[in-house]
């Protein structure tokens, strides 16, 4: 309710959220993936939407919905995820939680590949811009840029360097090295990377984290942090 009489802590801002997967075709009938669900994504939009802001959903095709009241923007792979993400600003800020697939097929067919008396299919790779650095360089950067970070291993000091190279404000590190997986979990165990340092966030649920990180944003374009 707050929200709607306009008086949300992010009330006439203007939020850019990437989520899920992308799909990188091999042919017609196959692509490259990974487990994104695009929960986290959507957990922070929704936030994003209930402290007041318009929101840009720039999503991948993930397993969970998209929330209500945002502007959906449906993408398959990462170099359409970039053209959508930059169409979508001006933005005040933006947060980039989707897993952005590495590396494309470089030429995919444009006939289903079939099956050759044994011979095995060889895919040539290319890689795919990364929209997070080019944003967080471009002259119309959002005043906040946030990146998430899944690491199995020195969590801290590979999210440490990952924000420096990158060029964003926030790296949110996930430790995803429990064999399960927090990737499609419930749950996210965060380290939140700024330029002043290193804090771990205590293991909380995916809605959680989210309004924690919105209640953060907040607080900066508030200028309190
Ligand atoms: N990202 C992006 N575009 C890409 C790759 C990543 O926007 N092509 C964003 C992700 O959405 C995430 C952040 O960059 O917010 C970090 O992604 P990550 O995969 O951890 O970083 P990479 O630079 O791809 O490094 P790595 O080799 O560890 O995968
Ligand atoms: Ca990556």
């Known amino acids: 309710i707050e929200a709607q009489l306009g008086g949300g802590p992010l009330s006439g801002r203007h939020v850019l959220v990437t989520s899920g997967p992308t799909h990188e075709p091999i042919d017609p009938v196959r692509y490259i993936a990974n487990r994104s669900s695009g929960a986290q994504g959507a957990a922070i939009a929704r936030?994003?939407?209930?402290?007041?802001a318009r929101v840009s959903f720039v999503?991948?095709?993930?397993?969970?919905?998209?929330?209500?009241?945002?502007?959906?923007?449906?993408?398959?792979?990462?170099?359409?995820?970039?053209?959508a993400v930059l169409a979508a600003l001006p933005a005040d800020v933006a947060i980039f939680v989707a897993a952005v697939a590495d590396?494309?097929?470089?030429?995919p067919s444009d006939r289903k590949m079939k099956k050759s008396g044994g011979a095995l299919p060889v895919l040539d790779f290319a890689e795919n811009p990364d929209i997070?650095?080019?944003v967080s360089r471009h002259d119309q950067r959002p005043t906040l840029v946030i990146g998430f970070a899944a690491e199995t291993h020195d969590v801290a000091d590979h999210a440490r360097a990952k924000r420096e190279r990158k060029g964003c404000d926030w790296i949110l590190a996930n430790d995803v090295s429990d064999g399960t997986g927090i990737m499609g979990g419930a749950e996210n165990a965060v380290t939140f990377i700024s330029a002043e340092g290193a804090e771990e966030w205590p293991r909380a649920g995916k809605d959680a984290v989210a309004t924690r990180l919105i209640e953060r944003i907040a607080a900066k374009l508030a200028g309190e942090l």
Do not use: H, K, Q, Y
Request: glycine fraction near 8%; charge should be negative.
């Open 103 to 107: 590396w494309r097929v470089a030429t």
């Open 47 to 52: 936030a994003a939407r209930d402290a007041g």
């Open 59 to 83: 999503t991948g095709p993930a397993s969970v919905p998209p929330p209500e009241g945002v502007d959906v923007i449906r993408v398959e792979t990462a170099r359409e995820m970039r053209e």
């Open 132 to 134: 997070l650095a080019e």
